[in-house]
């Protein structure tokens, strides 16, 4: 499986769009339009180990709702980001068996050298 998930109103999500130059064999997917699923979810966790791994605690929905000051579950975290787009952390690439998630400089660099060799 090949599936890259991105919100396209993100510039970060489009400059690395741009960066990692996927191949027309992978799926792009804009998760505002076309919400995640409750199998795309398992299959991330299954990839990722954890939900909490695939959440992002910069949404401003984390902050407004105080979500910091609680102790989460993983079955929270999974609930989250099936409720609302925004709490998963963006982008999530899906090469083959590995996951990448999020766009820090290092895990953009390891999904480059994993789909350009």
């Known amino acids: 499986m090949k599936a890259f998930y991105y919100l396209k109103t993100c510039n970060t ?3 690395i769009l741009e960066t990692l130059q996927l ?3 992978v799926v792009l997917r804009e998760i505002k339009s076309q919400p ?3 199998a795309e979810i398992q299959e991330m966790y299954s990839r990722a180990g954890s939900y909490e791994a695939l959440f992002s605690k910069r949404a401003r929905l984390y902050q407004e ?3 910091k ?3 989460l579950s993983d079955t929270h975290f999974k609930s989250l980001l099936l409720e609302h787009y925004t709490f998963l952390k963006r982008p999530v690439l ?3 068996d590995q996951i990448f998630v999020g ?3 290092k895990t953009i ?3 480059s050298n994993s789909i350009h060799g």
């Open 13 to 15: 999500c489009q400059r």
């Open 23 to 25: 191949p027309d064999t």
């Open 36 to 38: 995640l699923t409750a």
């Open 65 to 67: 709702r105080g979500l």
């Open 69 to 71: 000051n609680q102790a």
């Open 94 to 96: 899906i090469w083959e």
């Open 103 to 105: 766009n820090s400089k």
């Open 109 to 111: 660099e390891e999904a």
